[in-house]
């Protein structure tokens, strides 16, 4: 340990540890400048503003910056295809020169969605399930029909639509709606050879009244009496609902 101490006193020490010092020095020197050179220390550039431009030119922007560039497309209704709407880096951004940056873009294809099945759902159920779809409502027609609003068809392009149809995103669709009134006009039955109890049924099945009942001859049980004659008769035109139905009613022979 005193040789130690001794030695460490001595001028080759002294010699031996300046060295290492100026060694230490020159090799983080070296270090630092390979460094700054690998990673081109100040020569960092802006990056462009690119959202809200054409892909064409974003890239030729790019390009002329010596940028590299990776493009990724969505599809968007209503949005101009080729349109870049995300961007990465940031404008404004600091990067190295020859940086790769990701641009988003509005693609120029729709994809197809399966047609969901819309029939007997409700206009407002309808509605938003072609939302959810992303496709879009066109017109809407209403057909004499019982349910109100109730979908009753559908039609794309003026053909009808079957649940499970791929049609592109964005497509406009038209819904065919019931009125809540049902038919305006009816067919008159055929009511020749029915009993007054089964007439009444069959019109009231119908949605029409009977009229006047006049009976056509002897009578010997009116229970058994059919009808004979009506009008109108079944082969007159449609009528209205709960217009009048008068028959003439006999006994079988």
Do not use: C, W
């Not at 460094?35 to 431009?53: A, D, F």
Request: no cysteine; aromatic share 8%.
């Amino acid at each position: 340990m005193v040789k130690f101490f001794q030695y460490l006193k001595t001028e080759t020490f002294r010699k031996n540890l300046i060295g290492a010092l100026i060694g230490l020095t020159v090799f983080f020197l070296i270090i630092f400048f390979s460094l700054r050179q690998y990673t081109r220390h100040n020569e960092s550039v802006l990056v462009p503003e690119l959202k809200g431009i054409l892909v064409d030119e974003a890239i030729k922007k790019l390009q002329s910056q010596g940028f590299e560039y990776n493009l990724d497309s969505v599809y968007q209704m209503d949005a101009r295809p080729g349109l870049v709407i995300e961007q990465d880096p940031d404008p404004n951004t600091k990067v190295k020169k020859n940086r790769t940056l990701y641009l988003t873009i509005i693609t120029r294809n729709a994809p197809e969605v399966a047609f969901p099945d819309l029939v007997e759902k409700t206009f407002v159920e309808a509605r938003a399930t072609l939302g959810s779809y992303g496709l879009k409502l066109g017109d809407t027609t209403y057909i004499p029909d019982i349910a109100r609003d109730m979908v009753l068809d559908v039609k794309f392009g003026g053909e009808r639509l079957n649940a499970g149809r791929p049609i592109p995103k964005g497509s406009i669709v038209d819904l065919v709606l019931g009125d809540g009134r049902g038919a305006n006009e009816v067919q008159i039955p055929d009511l020749t050879g029915l009993t007054l109890t089964e007439v009444r049924f069959a019109l009231q099945g119908a949605s029409l009244t009977l009229g006047s009942v006049n009976y056509m001859g002897p009578v010997t049980d009116s229970l058994s009496t059919v009808v004979v004659s009506q009008t109108p008769t079944p082969e007159d035109a449609k009528v209205s609902i709960g217009t009048r139905v008068n028959i003439a009613l006999a006994n079988e022979e």
